[in-house]
């Protein structure tokens, strides 16, 4: 979250800022509660228009693979989008809004860790900032992902869990809808969603107008 005014590290800018991230991970907490207890200077990549890119009519993808069991996330990598990151486990801070990574390490993707692990059946949580002040971030291209495209993560037993992406979604943040996003498209199966701030930046509410979410899917893994 933001820092409180004149506490922000020289140089990090405005990665994910304030009320973006504040209605986002208010979704989370309020929505998740249910996941837990059951098992700037630049410009964001987006849609101008806050479009959807959704599923082309047609695409056929790969069929869903059996989930695996519980293993904790080190890296992902989507290679269509040139990202390769570690992945760190993040908390809810004391306002009951999980933790992205810290303003210092603007390349690393969290993990929401008190929820689904991926590769396990549910939806798991990875979220990354778009930009600093300076430069991209981790997820500044995810808004060019593409139905079909592979994320690979590699988990701390050193096996693989492999996902496609199903759907790319834009999302307001006056209409955001946690059920839709955090929710799981079918209980049995292993889910993935890579969240991070997109449409514009206000700079009059110090905040992006919507967030990015892609949906992908377990379809393949390998073994350590």
């Known amino acids: 979250m933001t820092p409180p005014s004149g ?10 800022t304030g ?8 979704g989370l907490w309020l929505w998740g509660r249910e996941v837990t207890e059951g098992p700037g200077g630049s ?23 059996d989930p695996l069991a519980p293993v904790a996330p080190r890296q992902v990598e989507i290679p269509s989008l040139g990202i390769a990151a570690p992945v760190v486990a993040r908390g809810l801070d004391s306002t009951g809004a999980i933790d992205p990574p810290p303003y210092e390490m603007p390349h690393t993707v969290g993990w929401f860790g008190s929820g689904t692990r ?21 997820f500044y291209g995810l808004s060019a992902a593409r139905p079909g495209a592979k994320v690979r993560i590699t988990r701390t037993d050193g096996s693989v869990a492999e996902f496609t992406v199903d759907d790319v979604q834009v999302y307001p943040r006056e209409h ?40 992908a899917y377990l379809t393949a893994a390998t073994s350590p």
């Not at 506490?7 to 994910?16: E, I, Q, W």
């Open 19 to 26: 009320v973006a991230w504040a209605l986002l991970l208010l």
């Open 118 to 138: 991926p590769g396990a059946a549910g939806p798991a949580l990875l979220v990354g900032h778009v930009d600093t002040e300076t430069r991209p971030a981790v």
């Open 176 to 215: 955001f809808d946690a059920s839709k996003v955090y929710g799981a498209r079918d209980p049995h199966r292993a889910e993935l969603r890579l969240i991070t701030c997109g449409g514009t930046f206000d700079r009059g509410a110090n905040a992006y107008t919507a967030n990015v979410v892609v949906s």
């Open 43 to 65: 410009s964001a990549p987006t849609t101008g228009d806050i479009a959807a890119v959704g599923r082309p009519l047609g695409a056929a993808l790969p069929p869903a693979r």
């Open 7 to 16: 506490s922000r590290p020289a140089g990090t800018g405005r990665l994910v």
